[in-house]
């Protein structure tokens, strides 16, 4: 889980938003350490091969998205290239057994939910009461870091925060259906 290992997954032109850089070296610290620090979460080797697998081949489908982790299930936090740059974009999580769900509207809301250190994050149900932030000493450790480096803690309003990427990305589904055909 390396920096060098984004930076191969980007297309011609991108940059790697600096959030998830960060995000990247803090992630391969804490693997030296043998330190989980946000769940299940984990910074992926090779996203162009694992977004390749996820759309069974298809290559085309494949491209429109930046894959740069995956939780213990297989599934894969990507973002959406939909903005102009990828820090504009917004991250989904595409399950392992199918399922698109359009989390936030850019990578840095995004890191508000991963401050809860949860597992499943794909799946919390951010519409209803959000959990509660994990008490684990790695979790501990990762939300103060993020908020020492990046000025960014636990989503005040997950629920209204997700609902508003959902309501304005709305289309990913069918655009995920429409893809593979």
Do not use: C, N
């Not at 998830?20 to 610290?29: D, F, P, R, T, V």
């Not at 894969?76 to 769900?101: K, M, N």
């Not at 991963?114 to 008490?135: I, N, R, T």
């Not at 501990?140 to 629920?159: I, M, Q, S």
């Amino acid at each position: 889980m390396s920096i060098a290992a984004l930076v191969a997954s980007l297309h011609a032109g991108e940059t790697l938003p600096s959030d998830l850089e960060q995000l990247a070296g803090y992630a391969a610290q804490a693997a030296e350490r043998g330190q989980a620090f946000a769940g299940d979460f984990e910074i992926i080797e090779d996203g162009a091969a694992a977004m390749v697998t996820w759309f069974a081949g298809r290559t085309k489908p494949a491209e429109r998205f930046f894959a740069f982790a995956h939780d213990g299930t297989g599934a894969i936090f990507a973002i959406w290239r939909r903005g102009s740059t990828l820090d504009t974009s917004p991250v989904v999580f595409l399950g392992s057994e199918g399922e698109t769900i359009v989390l936030t509207s850019t990578p840095r809301e995004f890191l508000g939910l991963l401050a809860y250190g949860v597992d499943d994050l794909g799946f919390v149900d951010w519409e209803e009461a959000p959990p509660a932030p994990s008490a684990d000493a790695g979790s501990v450790a990762f939300r103060a870091w993020l908020e020492k480096a990046l000025g960014v803690g636990p989503a005040a309003d997950p629920a209204k925060l997700v609902l508003a990427a959902r309501e304005r990305h709305s289309e990913l589904e069918s655009w995920v259906m429409k893809a593979i055909g």
